[in-house]
C-alpha cells in the first residue's frame, strides 16, 4: 500500500474479524455432512477446502511457515498446495485447525496493534508490501467475507449472511490497498488521468486512482467518476463476475473508466 493512504483502523479490523469468524462458525456447523463436501463456487474447491484454506492462511500468520507465502511468486498458486494437504482431513480436524488458527490470529492482530511493529511493511507474494497489522486483518476479514458470501452461500443455494458498516469497511480498506499495489506495480495502460471511485452503502467511500495507485480525494479534476454498491464490490472486483453486469454506473470519460475497470481483480 503506498503512502497516500490513511493508516487502517485496525481496532475496527480485530472486532470485524471476530464478527466474520462467528459468523463462518454458525454457517460451517449448521452444514450436513453433503454440504460439507459439495462443490463451492471456488473453481476446484469444495466447502470443505474453502474452510481449510481460511484455517491454513490464519495458521500461516502465527507460524514460521508464513514466510514461505510473503516470499510466493503467486499467492493463487501457493494457497493450492495447503488446500491439497488438507483434502483428506476428516472435517472435525478441517475445523479444529480453523478455530485454534483463527483464535490465534485474531490474538496476534490485537497485540500487533497496539505495538510499532504494526507500522513494519511486509511483503505479501506478488501483491507488494503492507503495513503487518493491515495485512493479518485485512487479509482474514477479506477472506472470511468473500468466500462465505460469494463462494460457499451461493453454491449451496442458502441466502447469503448478512454484514454491517463496520465489517464493509474492514474488507473495502483491504482491497483498496491492494488494488492500490496492484496498479502501481502494473499500470494499466492508458490510465493517463485520475478516475473516482465511489462505493455507497455501509462502510463506502470515495477514492481516486491514477497510474501511481490509490490516493484520497482532495482538489483537483477527475476525468471519469466510477459509481457502485459496496456491497459488489467484493464479487465483481475479484473477478467474480463482471462489472458490466453489476450495478456500476459511470459519469465522465467513460472508455478510460472501462480500462480501468477491466484491469480490477483483487486476489
Known sequence: MTERLPGADLRNMVAALRAERTEMLDFTTSLSDGEWTAPSAAAGWRIADVVAHIGATARGFCTPGGLRTALAPSLEQFNEDPVARRRDWSRARVMAEYQLAGRRATTLLEVVRRTPITRVRVPLAELGRYPLGLMIGGALVFDHHTHLRHDIAPALGRPVPPTDADRMRAVLTWMIAVLSNQVAQAPVPGLDARVALTLTGPGGGTWWIDEAGVLTPSDGPVAAHV?????????????????????????????????????????
Open 227 to 267: 459509481t457502485a454498491p459496496a456491497l459488489t464490490f467484493p464479487d465483481w472486483g475479484t473477478q467474480r463476475s463482471s462489472w458490466r453486469d453489476s450495478d456500476v454506473t459511470i459519469t465522465g470519460d467513460a472508455a478510460l473508466a472501462a480500462r480501468l475497470l477491466d484491469a480490477v481483480n483483487v486476489i
